[in-house]
Nanobody, 126 residues
């Protein structure tokens, strides 16, 4: 599956951004979807993930209550709505897809994701 992330940009602290992830090539609903981010000089970290059906989500503690992940399997897209942005949210954001894993509803482990988008830069000014 090929992934294309978009929607990044420059926003003031307290503002909002919506990131989109468009998928093509394979049956989208067969894949777990996650968002990760990588700040300069830091390792890539988990942000949010959603089950194949969209019924279950998981968030990193640092974004819980501010970010919302969703997906539309009919449109082969996933969205990360980011509200109340902080300077520390500044990073390149990546969407990723993991093949169905038996017994796992939501995939939060980076190493299980096999397909990655190119990343979109989010800069939050304080």
């Amino acid at each position: 599956v090929q992934l294309q992330a978009s929607g990044g940009g420059l926003v003031q602290a307290g503002g909002s951004l919506t990131l989109s992830c468009a998928a093509s090539g394979r049956t989208f609903m067969n894949y777990h979807i996650g968002w990760f981010r990588q700040a300069p000089g830091k390792e890539r970290e988990f942000v949010a993930a959603i089950s194949r059906s969209g019924g279950t989500t998981s968030y990193a503690d640092s974004v819980k209550g501010r970010f919302t992940i969703s997906r539309d399997n009919a449109k082969n897209t996933a969205v990360l709505q980011m509200n109340s942005l902080k300077a520390e949210d500044t990073a390149v954001y990546f969407c990723a897809a993991a093949p169905w894993v038996h017994g796992i509803v939501v995939v939060t482990t980076l190493n299980l994701y096999e397909y990655w988008g190119q990343g979109t830069l989010v800069t939050v000014s304080s």
